[in-house]
């Protein structure tokens, strides 16, 4: 007989109800436990949105470890309403009714409304080394048009993830995070850290996990997608601030071979009087043994003094980050320090040169890990992380991965926690070390809660195809709406094609990085990154040259949008807000927009639409060739339920209509939506340079709207003790009237007066203000 529990086990269990009614259970702080069909179910509110779902078979035990559940339930008066076939539990939001034959539940409100039905529960024993446990499967009834998103970053080209499976197992370009949420305004939670599959067919989808002793599910009830990873983050942390200069430009190589070389890119950036905040030092800055793999030191001669190569660049007033992996060669000290101490993990990883990754489950490897991060790295006056390969990577097959012990568990029990494991880490760390220095961290992976620890996600080691460049906009979006809300791509792509032979210098590949710098222009992260080809601006040529005036144009549009962006990120922290956003987060109600996956917002008030295929060059013969003689277009969807207007021209268009929009090689369709305030800076050469004295304020009409300009330190945790001030101006649409609050709030170094010219966009009219922090009325 198969060892399946699909509500009869095949254990002899005692069941407390002996009818097909819910009459009998217990009750637990905020809510109850009871017992149908030989499987425990409890059901607690974690407050009026939340509801904890744990079921496992009567008779076992259902302990459980989070690694992303870091919030604490409040304390609820719930009501529980007894019927002859079911049982009710209620919160303010939420109603979760019991099936008294089934045990299966319903999540509704009091008004009758059905947001998700559950389907089957199972439970397959299985062996986890010496340990009893089960293969976990929770299935639920989805309508046959809902859209859901989320489970993390996969490279699909599909915004709403319907009708399909996912493998959710960390992988280089695959994320895993077990959390989606529906049109339908709810989420789920999946708090379980084992390889899990998703599996959506006929309605009817399931999330199955390798390892499990009990399922383990939060329900969130929300009024909408904000609202949704807002109470995700009640549950699973806040994400903080990032310093301000990791929202300008950063230029980056796989690898710069010398301290030399290095410098030498920002020097030629500063000469050349292009805008540049950050430079990335790539691996094998420890030396070019495999054996002194990741020393998490400087060893090779090439960079003969390390803190005068951090120096200069802080001198040249940027920053750098420097590449740390979590694996080890088998002669540097830090090996030796874990080796001795029973903490590093046998499995194959890459480089497959008796290279071995450490236990990040296990705290005391984690003080070693930073241990060796602090004093022979980040005392040099290192800004920040790039923790590559946080997967981690793998080599070997999954069987031998899945048997390796962890201090957690099996690692096919917790594999996928690995991410936040390290990351968090790092973070907790040098958070505990300083407080002058925000905590900035790129990495490859992560994990529900991962959003706490002051990570930015990239999209790992993709390929320079216009197809894949396309991809990046549905991958970014979703693990956004996976509660992650910070993510940027390798401009060009990791690897370029051999389609462009010529890399860099190639035409063809340079239309190709030219669109992608202009989206990435709209991520979080504006990052050129990649191998094969060198990716600096002065590779396009020189002024004059089209691709060069096209990188250097978006670089000059990121800066002067930095305080739309800066402001953005606090809305993040402050409000939970995201800022790289579906189209279906603010459009919900405009059907057409849930499977749009090559538009998005940045923010709340830019429509953003990628250019993802190449109009102005073609290949004949292997010689790439131009074409600029005419000028194409791109197709738009303008989401419905207001007006938009064109960002590069002002001009304003209905919503709920598909347009053409002319794409010259230096323009991507961009709108702003009705309602939007934006301040536009004049650019700068870096983040800091100076503060904006004067602010341009473009308000777009046609509704109500606001926007609060945030300003703090640029750095350091102040900003957590209230040091930092905001600016709220409010659009009154019907009075043709802008209102400027009073300050709210100061810091140090602060404008006290300044001058906002203040456009209103499709009138001839501005208005100059001089601002001293009190309230302003503006009539237009």
């Known amino acids: 007989m198969q060892a399946q529990i699909k509500f009869t086990l095949c254990f002899a269990f005692v ?65 529980i309403t007894e019927g002859k076939d079911a049982l009710d539990i209620r919160s303010k939001n939420v109603k979760v009714v019991i099936d008294a034959k089934s045990g299966q539940l319903k999540f509704g409100n009091s008004t009758g409304a059905v947001f998700l039905e559950e389907n089957s529960s199972s439970f397959s024993p299985v062996k986890d080394g010496n340990e009893n446990t089960f293969k976990i499967k929770q299935s639920f009834h989805l309508e046959q048009d809902e859209a859901i998103y989320g489970f993390g970053q996969f490279q699909n080209e599909r915004m709403n993830q319907r009708n399909q499976q996912l493998l959710l197992r960390q992988e280089n370009m695959r994320i895993a995070v077990p959390f989606f949420q529906s049109v339908k305004n709810y989420g789920i ?149 874990l080796e001795e101490k029973n903490m590093l993990f046998n499995f194959k990883t890459w480089p497959e040169k008796d290279v071995k990754v450490y236990d990040a489950f296990n705290p005391a490897a984690r003080d070693i890990y930073w241990s060796h991060m602090k004093n022979d790295i980040f005392s040099l006056g290192m800004d920040g992380w790039w923790l590559d390969a946080t997967e981690p990577e793998k080599a ?89 809300p910070y993510w940027n791509t390798d401009v060009g792509g990791f690897v370029t094609s051999p389609k462009y032979p010529l890399g860099i210098k190639d035409p063809a590949y340079q239309e190709l990085y030219v669109r992608w710098f202009q989206f990435g222009t709209f991520c979080p992260m504006l990052r050129s990154h990649g191998t094969n080809t060198p ?21 000059h549009l990121r800066y002067q949008l930095l305080p739309y962006i800066y402001s953005n990120a606090w809305q993040v922290t402050s409000q939970h807000s995201t800022m790289m956003r579906a189209l279906a987060m603010d459009f919900a109600s405009d059907k057409k927009v849930w499977d749009i996956d090559n538009q998005y917002m940045f923010g709340k008030s830019l429509l953003v639409c990628p250019v993802t295929d190449s109009l102005y060059t073609s290949r004949a013969e292997g010689a790439a060739k131009t074409d600029f003689g005419k000028v194409k277009t791109t197709s738009v969807y303008l989401p419905s339920g207001g007006d938009w207007f064109d960002f590069w021209t002002g001009e304003k268009m209905k919503g709920g209509q598909q347009i053409s929009k ?27 340079e100076h503060a904006d004295t004067t602010l341009g304020i473009r308000v777009y009409g046609g509704t109500d709207g606001d926007f609060t300009l945030y300003e703090d330190e640029g750095d350091n945790y102040n900003y957590e003790k209230g040091v930092f001030a905001t600016i709220t101006f409010k659009w009154n649409n019907a009075k043709s009237r802008l209102e400027i609050s ?39």
């Not at 005068?308 to 540097?332: C, E, Q, R």
Request: glycine share 8%.
């Open 15 to 79: 069941l407390l109800l002996a009818s097909a009614t819910a009459q009998t259970y217990t009750r637990v702080t905020n809510g109850i436990s009871l017992n149908i069909n030989g499987i425990t179910t409890e059901i607690t509110f974690f407050n009026n949105s939340i509801v904890h779902v744990k079921k496992y078979p009567v008779g076992t035990v259902a302990e459980t470890k989070s690694f992303s559940v870091i919030g604490k339930p409040e304390k609820l008066a719930v009501a």
């Open 189 to 337: 939670f999946w708090d379980n850290a084992s390889a899990t599959i998703f599996n959506d067919v006929s309605n009817i989808a399931s999330l199955q996990s390798e390892i499990g002793n009990c399922i383990d599910y939060y329900f969130i009830k929300a009024a909408n997608a904000d609202s949704i990873i807002a109470q995700y983050r009640l549950l699973t942390g806040e994400a903080p601030m990032f310093p301000k200069w990791v929202f300008g430009y950063w230029q980056s190589r796989e690898r710069y071979t010398s301290q030399n070389e290095l410098l030498d890119v920002v020097n030629r950036y500063r000469a050349l009087k292009v805008p540049l905040d950050g430079i990335v030092q790539d691996w094998q800055y420890w030396g070019e043994d495999w054996a002194d793999w990741n020393a998490v030191r400087f060893g090779n001669p090439r960079f003969p003094d390390p803190k005068k190569m951090i120096d200069s660049v802080h001198n040249l007033n940027a920053h750098i980050i420097i590449s740390v992996w979590p694996s080890f060669g088998y002669k540097t000290k830090i090996y030796k320090e």
């Open 396 to 484: 070997g097959p999954d069987s031998l991965i899945d048997a390796q012990a962890t201090y957690a568990g099996s690692f096919k029990k917790v594999g996928n926690a690995f991410p936040i494991a390290s990351t968090g880490g790092v973070s907790d760390h040098q958070k505990q070390y300083t407080k002058d220095k925000r905590v900035f961290i790129l990495t490859r992976s992560a994990f529900a809660g991962q959003q706490r620890y002051g990570t930015m996600t990239w999209s790992g080691d993709i390929q320079g195809r216009w197809d894949v460049l396309r991809a990046q906009i549905a991958t970014g979006c979703n693990l956004s709406l996976s509660g992650i």
């Open 535 to 555: 990716r600096e601006i002065y590779q396009l040529g020189n002024r004059g040259d089209w691709a060069f005036d096209a990188v250097e144009k978006y670089i």
């Open 662 to 688: 002319q794409t010259p090689i230096d323009v991507i369709p961009v709108f702003v939506k009705s309602g939007s305030i934006l301040p536009v800076a004049a650019s700068k050469q870096f983040a800091l």
């Open 742 to 780: 009073d300050r709210k709030g100061e810091f140090p170094g602060m404008l006290q007066t300044r001058i906002f010219n203040i456009k209103l966009v499709g009138k001839d009219e501005g208005k100059v203000v001089k601002y001293d922090g009190k309230r302003v009325v503006v009539q237009f």
